[in-house]
């Protein structure tokens, strides 16, 4: 795939100029051959970078994930690149990050950590991953980039059934080894990763490093029920479907509330926007 598709919007969208018009707004666009919505190359969500606070967050808004950041040291700046897998609210979905220190924040005694900025063009790293569930491939992404996402609308998983086969090719030898560390003092054994040059390729399974304390068993239950049901309506509704012109259809003329969640897909970006008044006072003039 090239770069140029790899950014492209499909010409066909969903075939609902409101839905278009929201997913690109929300900072995607969507894959006519995998059926999945993935992440631009400069959406909104570019400019409010990364903390932990938003991983202890995912849980209560309804987002069951992994994640699995890896920390390293290249070229005087500490670097993070992170991983996410599993269910989000009504989307299977995965993620790739690429993110380096800006500074360490305390507010208010709400969050005290670091803070991350997404990385600029001239630090995008080539990447592809393979979603598996159950060891059967979900779909791909590949691309120069620096948040490869796909999620997949209407499919239920628990992060324990996904698996992602990732592949990333680093600036160069010194950046790999500094990767590798990072991979090593996350947890990884040497057995579980393969290099190739500056690539380095393994698998994310169960995470090597701790999980959101918003991750607890018993609410996690609840809430990936609650989620499994939503994909359950919307498999209900769609099912005869066969472009997602008629599951979009289907869903606004059947069911509001679904299609609701289509229009305002994830965290709403006035809720980010507020959070980075907060994390990033280093852009605030």
């Given at each position: 795939?090239?770069?140029?598709?790899?950014?492209?919007?499909?010409p066909?969208?969903?075939?609902?100029?409101e839905?278009?018009?929201?997913?690109?707004?929300?900072?995607?666009?969507?894959?006519?051959?995998?059926?999945?919505?993935?992440?631009?190359?400069?959406?909104?969500?570019?400019?409010?970078?990364?903390?932990?606070l938003?991983?202890?967050?995912?849980?209560?808004?309804?987002?069951?994930?992994?994640?699995?950041?890896?920390?390293?040291?290249?070229?005087?700046?500490?670097?993070?690149?992170?991983?996410?897998?599993?269910?989000?609210?009504?989307?299977?979905?995965?993620?790739?990050?690429?993110?380096?220190?800006?500074?360490?924040?305390?507010?208010?005694?709400?969050?005290?950590?670091?803070?991350?900025?997404?990385?600029?063009?001239?630090?995008?790293?080539?990447?592809?991953?393979t979603?598996?569930?159950?060891?059967?491939?979900?779909?791909?992404?590949?691309?120069?980039?620096?948040?490869?996402?796909?999620?997949?609308?209407?499919?239920?998983?628990?992060?324990?059934?996904?698996?992602?086969?990732?592949?990333?090719?680093?600036?160069?030898?010194?950046?790999?080894?500094?990767?590798?560390?990072?991979?090593w003092?996350?947890?990884?054994?040497?057995?579980?990763?393969?290099?190739?040059?500056?690539?380095?390729?393994?698998?994310?399974?169960?995470?090597?490093?701790?999980?959101?304390?918003?991750?607890i068993?018993?609410?996690?239950?609840?809430?990936?029920?609650?989620?499994?049901?939503?994909?359950?309506?919307?498999?209900?509704?769609?099912?005869?479907?066969?472009?997602?012109?008629?599951?979009?259809?289907?869903?606004?003329?059947?069911?509001?509330?679904?299609?609701?969640?289509?229009?305002?897909?994830?965290?709403?970006?006035?809720?980010?926007?507020?959070?980075?008044l907060w994390?990033?006072?280093?852009?605030?003039?």
């Open positions: 795939m090239s770069n140029v598709d790899e950014f492209r919007v499909v066909e969208g969903t075939g609902n100029d839905l278009d018009k929201a997913i690109a707004i929300a900072g995607y666009a969507y894959d006519e051959k995998q059926d999945i919505f993935y992440s631009t190359l400069n959406p909104w969500q570019r400019d409010i970078g990364y903390c932990r938003y991983d202890e967050l995912a849980a209560p808004l309804g987002m069951i994930i992994d994640c699995e950041p890896i920390y390293f040291e290249y070229l005087e700046k500490t670097w993070m690149i992170g991983f996410w897998k599993g269910q989000y609210d009504l989307v299977t979905g995965a993620e790739i990050g690429i993110y380096q220190k800006a500074l360490d924040l305390n507010i208010l005694g709400l969050f005290s950590g670091a803070y991350y900025d997404c990385v600029s063009d001239t630090d995008l790293l080539k990447m592809a991953y979603v598996k569930k159950n060891g059967n491939p979900l779909f791909t992404r590949e691309g120069t980039h620096w948040w490869l996402t796909g999620f997949k609308l209407g499919e239920f998983s628990n992060p324990s059934e996904l698996t992602m086969d990732i592949t990333i090719t680093l600036h160069d030898v010194k950046m790999r080894d500094a990767f590798i560390t990072g991979l003092n996350a947890g990884y054994p040497l057995n579980q990763f393969t290099r190739d040059g500056a690539t380095v390729s393994f698998t994310f399974d169960s995470p090597h490093t701790s999980q959101p304390y918003t991750r068993p018993a609410t996690d239950e609840i809430i990936q029920r609650k989620n499994e049901l939503l994909c359950e309506k919307y498999q209900a509704i769609t099912g005869n479907s066969n472009t997602i012109q008629d599951k979009v259809k289907a869903l606004e003329e059947q069911t509001p509330d679904l299609y609701t969640k289509l229009i305002k897909p994830g965290i709403s970006k006035q809720l980010f926007e507020t959070f980075s994390f990033t006072p280093h852009k605030v003039k």
